[in-house]
């Protein structure tokens, strides 16, 4: 087993991570926009006999002054056939060549539930967080399936709101938009005083990609000359994910988001997106967030947690 972390070649790190289906913070693109942005990344891939078996990607920060802290969020992406003893010794290897100043410490947060990380593969290691909860989407499957699998009261905004003929949804890889809805993002942060991704990331991330149209899609909903609501998704491979989204008090009592969460799951299908991420769910700080997201009837999972 052999592990890389200099010279890595992006398009089979890309082709593995895609066919892994794998998260988000696993992606290259993730990787270069932060790198941009000042933070520290290692990146490793781990071959045998000249066939790739993982891809990790580590955020790195000194703590305290001395600590190297390497967080693998949502990872590593190992390949789906490997046994729990392959697993545990590809965590090992990378934990022991990890590129960065003693004293290091070196965090993994599976992207898998609980009940499907074997015991064997995480022998050893101890669970220092609980695991992130997210709603996942099957675009594989037909749009009619999609629509009924939905909450019946979900529907049924869903339903009214695409009669309204005075509002018009579009989906579009456009910049301009983007920018717009950043800017929406960013006042809506300032007023409701919470914090996430630095919305300059969005930028970066998409400045990362060889094809910017393969790298994010943004849904909006008009009102005669108003823009009353906004999506932002960040398309990895063939998994999408849901980054932000915006609406004005219009934009809500219409259940906008209802549209534009629903016409970007048939754009992303039309782009080859298998899977759709709407990131987390947390039903005590954000009741009304994460009842939306687990109205579209996808397959909620909590993820195993963080090892130390």
């Known amino acids: 087993m052999d592990v890389k972390w200099e010279l890595l070649p992006k398009a089979e790190w890309e082709a593995f991570h895609s066919a892994q289906h794998g998260a ?90 609980a009940d499907r990380v074997d015991p064997a593969e995480t022998r050893g290691m101890s669970r220092v967080m609980t695991g992130y909860a997210t709603v996942l989407l099957d675009l594989t499957l037909p749009l009619s399936t999609l629509k009924a699998q939905l909450d019946g009261k979900w529907r049924n905004r869903l339903n009214k709101v695409l009669l309204n003929d005075k509002l018009r949804v579009h989906v579009q890889a456009s910049r301009k938009r983007c920018e717009w809805l950043l800017a929406q993002e960013q006042a809506q942060r300032e007023a409701k005083k919470f914090h996430g991704l630095p919305t300059d990331f969005v930028q970066a991330y998409i400045a990362a990609a060889a094809d910017t149209r393969q790298a994010f899609v943004v849904a909006y909903a008009e009102l005669g000359k108003n823009t009353v609501a906004g999506m932002l998704f960040l398309i990895h491979g063939r998994v999408a994910s849901y980054h932000m989204g915006w ?50 009837g996808g397959l909620a999972v909590t993820l195993a947690g963080t090892y130390f």
């Open 24 to 113: 988000l913070q696993q992606a290259w693109g993730y990787g270069e926009a932060l790198t941009a942005m000042g933070v520290g990344m290692q990146r490793a891939m781990v071959w045998e006999e000249g066939r790739l078996l993982a891809i990790a990607q580590f955020m790195c920060k000194r703590v305290l002054g001395y600590i190297s802290l390497a967080s693998c969020t949502r990872g590593p992406v190992f390949l789906l056939e490997l046994s729990p003893a392959q697993r545990a010794q590809i965590y090992k290897r990378l934990r022991q060549s990890l590129p960065l100043p003693r004293l290091k410490v070196a965090l993994f947060s599976p992207d898998r539930t």
């Open 247 to 296: 609406a004005d008090e219009e934009g809500r009592q219409l259940n906008a988001h209802n549209a534009l969460l629903w016409q970007a799951m048939a754009y992303l299908q039309g782009q080859g997106v298998e899977v759709l991420d709407l990131g987390g769910v947390n039903t005590h700080d954000l009741p009304g967030i994460s009842r939306f997201k687990l109205g579209t």
